[in-house]
């Protein structure tokens, strides 16, 4: 069965890091597009972050440049988002997902993304 579990969620005041964790089980990560999408209170939610499994390359959420770094360990199956600086505006579920199919290009549209984890809090306050 194919399987996501994330974890790294927190309280954290303004200003402070967070690296959240996504393991992948049943399946090789390095061969399928990854994403990270959060969802804030009352909002929708929305695309953060994607790594493509074609040359590597990468998309971010204009709220997310700068501060927000998507990567993934190959060697352990697990994909990871840094978020540095982090506002209250970041607090949200997290959620990581992966794109159905081999080899492809990423996006920040959720209805792109066939798995998902089952989110992590992160919570931006002082």
């Known amino acids: 069965q194919l399987q996501l579990v994330e974890s790294g969620g927190g309280l954290v005041q303004p200003g402070g890091s967070l690296r959240l964790s996504c393991a992948a089980t049943e399946f090789t990560l390095d061969w399928y597009a990854i994403g990270w999408f959060r969802q804030a209170p009352g909002k929708e939610r929305e695309g953060v972050s994607c790594l493509s499994s074609i040359g590597d390359t990468t998309n971010y959420a204009d709220s997310a440049k700068g501060r927000f770094t998507i990567s993934r360990d190959k060697a352990n199956n697990i994909m990871y988002l840094q978020i540095n600086s982090l506002k209250p505006e970041d607090t949200g579920t997290y959620y990581c997902?992966?794109?159905?199919?081999?080899?492809?290009?990423?996006?920040?549209?959720?209805?792109?993304?066939?798995?998902w984890g089952q989110g992590t809090q992160v919570t931006v306050s002082s």
């Open positions: 997902a992966v794109m159905s199919g081999l080899f492809r290009l990423c996006s920040l549209t959720g209805a792109d993304y066939e798995y």
